[in-house]
């Protein structure tokens, strides 16, 4: 609180207390006036006090809109697939995620492309040991270069 606040203060407990006793003369109560100067004074300081507590409010603050995080021009799941590829890379361990994401794209399109399904002989052609082997084995880190094989694998059948 700077003290220009209680200089003002202080010239409205004056005021105040001239404006009471003013009064009580006029009206001819007969008011003690150091018990009045103290009641006025008290009552400016606590009113004081209680403005100080309350204090200003507090600044509002803006929101920007949020931005996607994936590139402009992306539909959803393409920006899905995308977060899946870069959480994989970035992990420290191993997670079936990407893994599981291949091959039900790769399922999809043998289902789609050929009318099969990776159990029968002829879907196990199409697919190739590469990605049998993403399919049967334990999930493991891909490096970008296996993740770009894969696509394009799965792109040609």
Not at 21 to 50: K, M, Q, S, Y
Not at 78 to 84: D, E, I, K, M
Request: net charge positive.
């Amino acid at each position: 609180m700077r003290p220009v606040h209680w200089w003002r203060r202080a010239a409205l407990a004056v005021v105040v207390a001239a404006a009471v006793l003013t009064i009580g003369e006029l009206a001819d109560t007969g008011f003690d006036v150091a018990r009045v100067c103290l009641l006025v004074v008290l009552a400016v300081a606590a009113t004081g006090f209680v403005l100080d507590a309350l204090g200003k409010p507090a600044p509002t603050w803006g929101t920007d809109t949020v931005r996607p995080a994936a590139p402009r021009g992306l539909d959803l799941q393409t920006q899905r697939y995308l977060s899946v590829m870069e959480s994989h890379l970035a992990a420290t361990l191993p997670d079936r995620a990407l893994r599981d994401r291949l091959v039900l794209l790769a399922e999809r399109t043998l289902r789609v492309r050929h009318g099969e399904t990776p159990g029968s002989v002829r879907g196990q052609e199409l697919l190739g040991p590469e990605l049998l082997g993403l399919v049967d084995d334990p999930p493991r880190r891909l490096t970008r270069s296996e993740i770009e094989r894969h696509v394009q694998r799965i792109e040609s059948l």
